[in-house]
């Protein structure tokens, strides 16, 4: 018994030291700055740089629309799934995990055939119809997680007896999803939305083969240019993802399905 | 009480729906069929038979010929190797460190913690974590520097390179092993204290617990978790470009290189060594599926 407390604390204490060392050797890598002394100089330089502005603004925006447009395209389906279509369960199961099985790269490099702009669809001919693509492409590559989230919190509720309640209340179909499942799968949603906010904001590949100015791509210029400033925004961008999945968690204690007990 | 409502006066839930009603109902899904057939399926299909077509369009095995040309033979090995060693790495580590904080006796905090981590740390992947590496291990990083000024210790000496091979397999563990940890502890979680004391009072020992008890049941989970792993480090480019920058010849790096300028000078085997990937993604993904409802025998 206590030879494998040891052997616990031993294996916890190498994962500590393992996944807090680069973190704290980035921290004090990014006060590097000035020789000799630590000072906060790299942070000072990284947010006065008005292209990290330009691009931080670019990336959240497009993160923004990327939740926005995966809830609208996962929790209609998701619900319909389970309201009326049980069967196709395993077949939008499948669909949502492929961007799972097909690497990001494939992905965009398929779309940079199929919509450049000598083709029918030439998504790619000018930057507002770039964005787009990529915000499609991002929908893509959340998908996954968005959908998995949703449907949780779907099979947390009964959304059949909802529904009829609605219904025999005389809702409509779009005042049924807005009004009625929405606020209960608020949670899930919520959840999906701060992990695609993670996914998305510092996404290298498919914003650099699009060419857009988004924030992925402005760090991997850094990194390839600067020596300190890198590590000041690897802090910046580590302390965003923290922010996202501590939000997730606060959110994950006050999901209806673990203290309302719906069934 | 919405149940005695509702029963009674909503005639669209009744379930055996007639089969005029069968179209209309699929409609509530086109939509997400369309985004994936043109954001999905169309564009790997694209990919796929463009891998089997000349530059005329017309049928060829040409191109899956040409995948065995040195460079690219050489960036798929690579890419394998980087990723078995991760995911080996990440998967061994990764067990380990949840089963102590499940079952190793540990004070009660250790696990939540151990999870929330691993669920930030499984995301902290592309760009940033390239840049935390070259803060620790590269030539000036705060590691290498306090080994060489504490025991007089050069890394790079021994012939370790961060922007090399084992460089990348061991950043790519800080994200592989919260992965394995995340699937791993509802595994462990399934393994009954029953079947432990059951093998103890016949007399049976740890190892014998290990060998004929815990590991057939965790088996399947071990390896298919390990094929996921693997499959995720083969599609990753990110930290890959930004550590290395073009020097490690990995195969999501040429493809990269391809598609920005056309390095192999043939559009079409772009489109092959893409197929390549599609098939060593898809069949570790698809061991991985195999395995897990195998494992569900007995972890539920």
Not at chain 1, 178 to 206: D, H, K, W, Y
Not at chain 2, 67 to 86: E, G, N
Request: hydrophobic fraction near 55%.
């Amino acid at each position: 018994m206590t030879r494998r407390t040891i052997g616990s604390w031993a294996v916890m204490t190498l994962g500590v030291l393992y996944f807090f060392l680069p973190l704290l050797a980035t921290f004090e890598f990014s006060l590097r700055y000035r020789r000799g002394v630590y000072s906060f100089e790299a942070y000072r330089i990284v947010l006065g740089d008005p292209r990290f502005h330009e691009t931080f603004l670019y990336s959240t925006l497009l993160a923004l629309a990327t939740i926005v447009v995966g809830v609208l395209l996962v929790v209609p389906t998701a619900y319909w799934i389970q309201l009326r279509l049980p069967r196709l369960r395993p077949t939008v199961e499948f669909i949502t995990l492929l961007p799972l099985v097909i690497p990001a790269i494939v992905l965009v490099f398929g779309y940079l055939r199929i919509y450049n702009s000598s083709s029918i669809l030439p998504m790619t001919a000018n930057d507002r119809t770039t964005d787009l693509l990529l915000m499609f492409s991002y929908v893509t590559l959340a998908m996954p997680y968005m959908y998995r989230a949703v449907d949780a919190g779907l099979r947390a509720i009964d959304v059949r007896t909802l529904t009829e309640a609605a219904q025999s209340l005389g809702a409509s179909w779009g005042t049924i999803l807005l009004r009625v499942i929405l606020p209960n799968v608020q949670v899930a949603v919520l959840s999906g939305a701060f992990l695609t906010f993670a996914i998305v904001i510092g996404e290298f590949t498919m914003a650099s083969l699009l060419d857009r100015p988004a924030f992925g791509p402005y760090l991997q210029l850094i990194g390839a240019n600067r020596a300190y400033e890198p590590a000041a925004l690897a802090v910046i961008t580590f302390a965003i993802t923290w922010g996202c999945m501590a939000l997730i968690q606060v959110l994950g204690r006050r999901a209806p399905g673990k203290t309302a007990g719906a069934h | 009480m919405s149940q005695t409502a509702s029963a009674p006066t909503s005639p669209p839930i009744a379930s055996g729906a007639p089969p005029r009603r069968f179209t209309w109902e699929l409609l509530g899904v086109l939509p997400f069929f369309l985004f994936a057939f043109f954001f999905l399926i169309l564009p790997t299909t694209f990919l796929i038979v463009g891998g089997f077509q000349d530059a005329e369009g017309r049928f060829t095995l040409g191109n899956i010929r040409d995948l065995s040309h040195p460079t690219i033979l050489k960036a798929y090995w690579i890419s394998i190797q980087v990723s078995t060693a991760s995911a080996i790495g990440g998967a061994v580590i990764g067990f380990f460190l949840a089963y102590a904080a499940i079952s190793g006796g540990l004070p009660r905090w250790v696990r939540p913690t151990l999870m929330t981590f691993s669920g930030v740390a499984s995301n902290f992947a592309g760009v940033p974590l390239a840049f935390a590496f070259l803060a620790t291990l590269g030539r000036t990083g705060l590691v290498t520097v306090l080994l060489v000024s504490l025991f007089d210790f050069n890394i790079y000496r021994t012939g370790f390179n961060l922007l090399s091979f084992w460089g990348l397999a061991l950043t790519y563990m800080y994200f592989q092993i919260p992965l394995m940890v995340l699937i791993m502890a509802p595994a462990i979680d399934g393994l009954r204290r029953e079947w432990r004391e059951a093998a103890s009072n016949l007399g049976g020992s740890a190892v014998d617990y290990w060998r004929y008890i815990a590991l057939p049941v965790l088996w399947p989970t071990l390896l298919g978790t390990t094929l996921l792993l693997f499959a995720n480090a083969f599609g990753a480019i990110a930290t890959a470009y930004a550590l290395t920058g073009s020097s490690l010849n990995i195969i999501t790096i040429l493809l990269y290189a391809q598609i920005r300028g056309d390095v192999l000078h043939n559009q079409n085997l772009g489109y092959a060594l893409a197929l390549g990937m599609i098939l060593i993604t898809g069949l570790s993904n698809t061991a991985y599926i195999v395995l897990r409802s195998r494992s569900e025998r007995w972890l539920k």
